[in-house]
């Protein structure tokens, strides 16, 4: 099969194409904006992949996006571009309607046009999998509640809502067109290749450079930790063997919280790093409580109890061992972050304006 991976230089999308150019005999068409996250040196080995092709494309740009299906005649679509980052939706949301919402609704449309002109088998084995995450179902704070799959949303940050719209258009098009899609909401993600303004990590980086560890608020707030492998798997799982119609959650079954989190990284560290920065005698001692950001949700937690039900995945990955394998890979990557941070991002915390 040939699969068009939107987003697939970014965090999670590299993750995705990684997987399957490694685990499977399918072909990838990795469509990318190449955007501040977007990186290609996160697919260190697709270059000289014959299943591998790579087109320079802005999802917000139709005709390019027209050229590119007509081109590669995907049997399947995994669509993961968008704009990820709460903090920079409080100090900059436009990008975010336009990349989450036009965006996907241009993903949509041309995938549409595309489907209906399709032979009736190709028709027939066609799926479009969108890509969201927990966030659009706001917050759990008070309760001992997990968001299934019939959790009403209720979004809290521009980010979330601009997620939360496009889930509703990809179902639109499911519903009034026939349209055959998947929908899948995913908890926090973390692992290798991520992008340094994320909280895991930012720590890890700052830590290692004696640098203050800005933990938002008390640093209560709790998420449930999916290691970016586990979600790549449930990913593939669910575009080839998902029932049409369906939303899936997929989540690592470990909620922590934050401070939690930054604590069991400067463990780590001082394991694995016993050779501190001048003037660090504990990594533990560079936490520095900074305000909190505006809206921020308390708690998420998933029941990815459907997916492993229906599909048999269920996630490799204990936080412990997926944080260990996440330190050490950044530890052992210095090229990889160092060129990243070569750019403009200079690791503060956003979204306080």
């Not at 229906?310 to 997926?322: A, C, D, Q, R, V």
């Amino acid at each position: 099969m040939k699969i068009l991976v939107t987003g697939g230089a970014g965090f999670i999308g590299s993750a995705v194409v990684r997987h399957i150019l490694d685990n499977t005999t399918d072909s990838v068409v990795n469509v990318d904006a190449l955007t501040y996250a977007g990186n290609t040196e996160s697919l260190p080995n697709a270059l000289d992949n014959s299943r591998y092709c790579f087109e320079h494309v802005d999802i917000c740009d139709f005709a390019a996006l027209q050229r590119v299906f007509e081109q590669h005649q995907p049997d399947l679509v995994m669509h993961l571009a968008a704009e990820s980052h709460v903090d920079r939706s409080i100090d900059g949301p436009s990008a975010f309607i336009q990349t989450n919402l036009v965006g996907t609704f241009n993903m949509l449309e041309v995938a549409r046009q595309y489907w209906n002109a399709l032979e009736s088998d190709k028709k027939a084995a066609f799926r479009f999998h969108h890509i969201s995450t927990d966030e659009v179902y706001g917050d759990l704070e008070g309760t001992d509640d997990l968001f299934t799959e019939e959790t009403s949303y209720e979004p809290s940050s521009p980010y979330s809502a601009s997620k939360a719209g496009s889930d509703h258009l990809v179902r639109a098009w499911g519903r009034t067109y026939g349209f055959p899609v998947l929908v899948t909401n995913c908890s926090n993600n973390y692992g290798p290749y991520h992008f340094p303004e994320k909280l895991i990590p930012l720590m890890i980086l700052n830590a290692l450079e004696g640098k203050p560890l800005p933990v938002y608020g008390d640093g209560m707030q709790i998420r449930d930790w999916l290691f970016v492998e586990d979600h790549a798997r449930a990913l593939y799982k669910v575009v080839t063997e998902g029932k049409l119609g369906e939303t899936y959650n997929i989540g690592g079954h470990n909620e922590k919280a934050n401070i939690d989190v930054v604590k069991t990284i400067c463990q780590l560290l001082e394991e694995l790093v016993p050779n501190k920065p001048e003037g660090v005698d504990e990594y533990q001692n560079l936490i520095t409580y900074v305000t909190d950001r505006p809206g921020h949700d308390v708690r998420y937690a998933i029941d990815a109890s459907k997916i492993e039900r229906e599909l048999g995945w269920k996630p490799e990955e204990t936080f412990e061992s997926g944080i260990r394998k996440t330190v050490e890979w950044y530890l052992n990557n210095k090229e990889w972050w160092t060129r990243v941070l070569d750019g403009s991002y200079t690791r503060e915390r956003l979204g306080n304006n």
